[in-house]
């Protein structure tokens, strides 16, 4: 008994070495740790972020509201039309690639302006052209143009148009009320009534005149009213009963007047009426 207790003393001597041997070795071999850093924001890094994020929530909060207010104000919606507003004016700028003015529209209290090269206004489907304007010519092909001022249309020059026409059923009235009305054309001008008559009339002077050509009068009756008439008698109330038929005479001065008719020519007779020219 003594002896077994011996060896479980010096049994649990080894085991005390051996543990104290591999603690020692086990001690020897673990490397050195290197040093421990945190990882992470800490202190005003984090208070600085979380300010920032905060800032930009706001802005954009802010930037929605903003949003939301002017497309209420402005009225855009898909349906609505597009309105702008000003107290002054609105002006439209159009550029190249370039960045230069190609085209202005200003709207302004008193007036419109459009500064471009052409300006072409065309109809609602956009396929035909209603009135173009340049620095040379305004063009415009409507079916009809009306101008409804109770003055007219005022031109400062001419006026090129193969017609002038009055509306059905109106009269057409072409007048100068302090000047002359003058109508040129090189091949000719005509003035015909379809279905009327024709008048001409002046306060002083009426006259007809051909450079190179004749006059015609070509019609079944052509009537000289209010010519002076010769007479013998002293009344001529009586001359113009008992006289039927008339001489037409004329005076070098191209004064026409009646003589009565005879069996020969009475114009001599009554060339005194020259005198009165």
């Not at 290197?34 to 990882?39: K, Q, T």
């Not at 026409?165 to 005509?190: F, N």
């Amino acid at each position: 008994m003594d002896q077994s207790a011996t060896l479980d003393i010096e049994t649990l001597k080894i085991t005390q070495e051996q543990f104290i041997l591999a603690s020692q070795s086990l001690h020897l071999q673990r490397p050195g740790c290197d040093a421990v850093y945190p990882v992470g924001l800490y202190g005003w890094r984090k208070r600085c972020l979380y300010f920032f994020l905060l800032l930009l929530l706001v802005t954009m909060i802010v930037n929605m509201a903003l949003t939301v207010w002017i497309i209420k104000v402005m009225n855009f919606s898909v349906d609505s039309l597009l309105v702008l507003r000003s107290e002054k004016n609105v002006t439209l700028n159009a550029r190249n690639n370039q960045g230069q003015l190609t085209g202005q529209l200003t709207v302004g209290p008193e007036a419109v302006e459009a500064e471009c090269q052409r300006l072409e206004v065309r109809s609602r489907d956009g396929g035909r052209l209603l009135f173009t304007a340049d620095e040379d010519e305004i063009i415009m092909t409507t079916e009809k143009f009306t101008v409804t001022g109770s003055e007219g249309a005022v031109f400062g020059h001419s006026v090129e148009t193969p017609l002038i026409q009055a509306r059905a059923s109106e009269d057409l009235k072409l007048e100068s009320p302090t000047r002359t009305l003058t109508m040129e054309a090189p091949r000719g001008v005509e003035v015909s009534a379809a279905n009327g008559p024709l008048k001409v009339s002046g306060r002083k002077d009426l006259q007809l005149e051909s450079t190179e050509g004749e006059i015609l009068l070509d019609a079944n009756t052509i009537q000289l009213g209010s010519l002076p008439l010769g007479i013998y008698t002293a009344s001529p109330s009586e001359a113009s009963r008992e006289q039927a038929l008339y001489e037409l005479c004329v005076c070098p001065s191209g004064k026409i007047y009646l003589s009565p008719a005879e069996s020969s020519s009475t114009c001599q007779a009554m060339s005194n009426i020259c005198l009165w020219s």
